[in-house]
Each structure stands twice: as structure tokens, then as C-alpha cells.
């Protein structure tokens, strides 16, 4: 079974710019979850998607944004990008993500922004 | 609110070496806890869970019990090997709360031949 995919895997932009960041979860998980990571705040919960609809969502400013197809592919959006926003980006999808929440992550999206 | 507190790191052992990276969490309701562990270049896998107190999760040689009366989560391998270098990530999730993981700062170990 093939596990979660991201594209793309390295990205860079500059600052004011916007990018959208894909991930494919696995086959038949409904749940995806994006996560930020960076040396200084490790890993921050962005958001939840689940059949189409934000479930959850992080302490992140409204520039953040996702959205999950009804193949339950999910997309983020980052728009005016800053300095600070460059960071590994991950993608974890699961079943339900509710019970137990056994989460499976992808390699991450490296976002650089000069 | 729901926190996780991770063993500074980095670590560094010799192979064959006894390992414990420390973790204690803080929950509002019940969590299920989780290692992670992240190499070079890649994200997260599972390493092990637990979902109830006095739970053992084992997987690879590591292993780790949740001990409610102390709120703890340590991780141990009893004889690490170079292959184990990387980043482990201890992480708690609350069904009765928000619907996501909460994760440690993490613990870079390596492991010298």
C-alpha cells in the first residue's frame, strides 16, 4: 500500500508570494492533518481536514489555509509568504482521526522563502 | 491544557549502549501516547504506542509504558545500534479534547560505532 506523498518535496519563494502544497493520504484514510516544522517551535498543528471540512485548527494566522478534495487529497495554502514561514511542512492522514489517532506522515515539503 | 515535555537533547551513545529519552505529559482527559521518530531527511513513522495506562508499546527493540501516576511516557532500548540515530519525537493525543497530536521538542540521538 503506498504511504502518504507530498509535492513538491523542496519549494522556494520569495517573501510575498504565495505557494500551495499537496498531499495524497493513503488509500482510504479520511483524515489529513498538516503540521509545521521548525528548529525554534518544533512541530505546530496547522489543521484538520475530514471528509472535506476543517475539523481543527491550530494557532496559525488566517494566511494559513487548506482544503481536502472529495478524494480526501488535501492542498495548503500559505499567501503573502514571510521569512518565518520557511519551514518543513507535513502532511499525516489516518482513518477517522479519532480513535487513537495513529497518524501516518509524509517525507514533508521543504518551504525556503528568501 | 494538553503539553508534552521531551528529554533535552542531542544524545549521543556508543553502540550496544543502554538507552532512556524522558517524557512526561501533561492531559485534560485521557491521552494515547506515541513515539515518532523522524531520520534524516524524511517524516515521522510510528515508532510505538500506548492507549491506555499501565500500556507497554514495543516495536524494534524500544519500548515505553504509559504510567499514569507519573504521567510519564519514557522511551528505552536496550542496546541501541547505529541505525537508531535520528530524531525521536514523544507526542500524546486527547479524544476528549482537540483533535490532533500534541508533540515533544524532540531528541536527536547517535550512535557511535
Known amino acids: 500500500k503506498a504511504g502518504v506523498t507530498q509535492t513538491p518535496r523542496y519549494l522556494i519563494k520569495t517573501r510575498g508570494q504565495q505557494v500551495t502544497l499537496s498531499c495524497s493520504p493513503i488509500s482510504g484514510h479520511r483524515s489529513v492533518s498538516w503540521y509545521q516544522q521548525t528548529p525554534g517551535q518544533g512541530l505546530q498543528f496547522l489543521f484538520e481536514?475530514?471528509?472535506?471540512?476543517?475539523?481543527n485548527k491550530g494557532n496559525f494566522p488566517g494566511r494559513f489555509s487548506g482544503r481536502q478534495f472529495s478524494n480526501s487529497r488535501s492542498e495548503m495554502n500559505v499567501s503573502t509568504l514571510e521569512l518565518g514561514d520557511s519551514a518543513l511542512y507535513l502532511c499525516a492522514s489516518s482513518w477517522t482521526g479519532t480513535e487513537n489517532y495513529e497518524q501516518y506522515f509524509g517525507p514533508g515539503t521543504r518551504l525556503t522563502v528568501t | 491544557g494538553n503539553s508534552v515535555t521531551q528529554m533535552e537533547g542531542p544524545v549521543t551513545l556508543s553502540e550496544e549502549a543502554f538507552l532512556t529519552i524522558n517524557c512526561t505529559y501533561t492531559a485534560t482527559g485521557y491521552p494515547s501516547l506515541f513515539w515518532y521518530v523522524q531520520y534524516p531527511g524524511e517524516g515521522l513513522q510510528l515508532l510505538l504506542k500506548?492507549?491506555?495506562?499501565?500500556d507497554k508499546g514495543s516495536n524494534k527493540g524500544f519500548e515505553a509504558t504509559y504510567r499514569k501516576e507519573t504521567t510519564s511516557f519514557h522511551l528505552e532500548k536496550g542496546s541501541v545500534q547505529v541505525s537508531d540515530s535520528a530524531v525521536y519525537f514523544c507526542?500524546?493525543?486527547?479524544?476528549?479534547?482537540?483533535?490532533?497530536?500534541?508533540f515533544g521538542t524532540g531528541t536527536r540521538l547517535t550512535v557511535i560505532p
Open positions: 481536514y475530514f471528509s472535506e471540512t476543517q475539523r
Open positions: 507526542a500524546l493525543f486527547d479524544q476528549t479534547g482537540a483533535n490532533n497530536l500534541f
Open positions: 500506548a492507549t491506555k495506562a499501565d
